[in-house]
T-cell receptor, first 112, second 117 residues
């Protein structure tokens, strides 16, 4: 089984709809991240969390919110989706500060 | 703020040949990590190689090696004996390690590598 899973893998939604992307991990890591990938821009950080009570904004948090339901679960919500939120979204986890980040398989989101 | 630049949007290499992907970065920190990630068409982000800035020795992983030039802030990836399965987008990434550091990765724009049979 994969260590970091994301659901759904693909999603099409309409402008104005609320949508939630979910991430689960079995690695026992405290640190979890949400990134967004756009063509020609690489990946950019949306939100990150060091534990259930510690959630922080990244560089492009506007229009997004997150919830850390448990150590293993970190969800990303788009309260009112807009077309420029069409992108590939990645969840990542990390153990200690010197360790490597591990990525989930990504969720491709299309907002019409 | 730290930045990472990959100036080669696309590269191609003949199977079994060697190719080098370029990456430069900007930072005022003295200690940090650098990474190369591979993203095949499956879109999974796969760690290829990692370099700690305090280590002078260049990291190697089988056919993959880096040329880390700290003073020049350059971090290139060399792929030897290229294989068809190496075709992918490659991302260079930076991560600081100072106190209070978020651990976030800062990515370059990516380089698409084509491997010709």
């Amino acid at each position: 089984d994969a260590d970091v899973t994301q659901t759904p893998r693909n999603r099409i939604t309409k402008t104005g709809k609320r949508i939630m992307l979910e991430c689960s991990q079995t690695k026992g890591h405290d640190r979890m991240y949400w990134y967004r990938q756009d063509p020609g821009l690489g990946l950019r950080l949306i939100y990150y969390s060091f534990d259930v009570k510690d959630i922080n904004k990244g560089e492009i948090s506007d229009g997004y919110s997150v919830s850390r339901q448990a150590q293993a679960k970190f969800s990303l919500s788009l309260e009112s989706a807009i077309p420029n939120q069409t992108a590939l979204y990645f969840c990542a986890t990390q153990g200690a500060v010197q360790e490597t980040q591990y990525f989930g398989p990504g969720t491709r989101l299309l907002v019409l | 703020a730290q930045t990472v630049t990959q100036s080669q949007p696309e590269m191609s290499v003949q199977e079994a040949e060697t190719v080098t992907l370029s990456c430069t970065y900007d930072t005022s920190e003295s200690d940090y990590y650098l990474f190369w990630y591979k993203q095949p068409p499956s879109r999974q982000m796969i760690l290829v190689i990692r370099q700690e800035a305090y280590k002078q020795q260049n990291a190697t992983e089988n056919r993959f090696s880096v040329n880390f030039q700290k003073a020049a802030k350059s971090f290139s990836l060399k792929i030897s004996d290229s294989q068809l399965g190496d075709a992918a987008m490659y991302f260079c990434a930076y991560r600081g390690v100072g106190s209070g550091n978020t651990g976030k990765l800062i990515f370059g724009q990516g380089t698409t590598l084509q491997v010709k049979p």
